[in-house]
């Protein structure tokens, strides 16, 4: 007798695609396949060709129309040719509610406003400023990019094999890839600060606060995480960044001991590796629909 191959090695077949397309698949071949599609994005996409060829395209398609329309998405029209430019644009609807809100504008002000400080009004403590608030500028885009709250599509998409922490560590790759250059270059180009790290001393605190928002927000949904988090953040900084010039140097140097030197810089190496490590044991509470 033949040994069944691997689960691993098994796919579903064009044949079984179109009877399970038209509803005359058995049931355990049925159940076989809607198994399998959840971690195979080749047999996800032959499965969904073969419904929306069948029977049920049409109806399908009204109702995805409709739903896009509910939440204010209108398609540009088809085009006999493929355009990069709708690829990518459908790349950036897809990275998700972050880069396309009011998340990216207030990433740009804070931005300005501290060049508007150092060269307009001559305020020689921009680049201070700008260095505290950098690493709590990304749990922003996070609080916005995922959840019920947040996307007004989430109960699809996280039940979609693609969604759940897949999803969530997309779109936050996408918000890092906005704040990381935009941040580190803004802040190389303001003017120094004695005594204070270089433009690029926030990434690592910024990717432990960025991770410990994913591992939290496992718990508590990540709008909450976030909030929390960069509540914490800025209570801490606030006090060294508010303090007066007459405070002397142990204010300012209350500030710098979160950036600069090997020991600071390790915790928070050891902090995101932490998170990251509790994020991977949580991370089939994405697989569930926030309750709060």
Known sequence: MTSPRPAADWHVTDALALRYAEGAAPETDAWSLEKHVESCSPCAGRVSAAVRAGAAGPALASVRAELLASVGHHPAPVTTVASPLGRWARLWWAAGPALRGSWVVAVALVLGGAFGLAYGAGFHGARSWLLALS??????????????????????TAATPSGGLRLLLTRTAAVLAVCVPLLTVGGALLPPVAGFPGAAAWLLPGLALTLATLALGSFVGCRAAAATLAGGWLLAVTGPLLAPPTAGPDSAAALVRYFSGPVAQGSWAAAALACAALLVLRRRSFDHLETR
């Open 135 to 156: 690493p709590v500028l990304p749990l922003g885009g996070v609080a916005v990019s995922y959840g019920r709250h947040a996307d007004p599509l989430y109960e699809i």
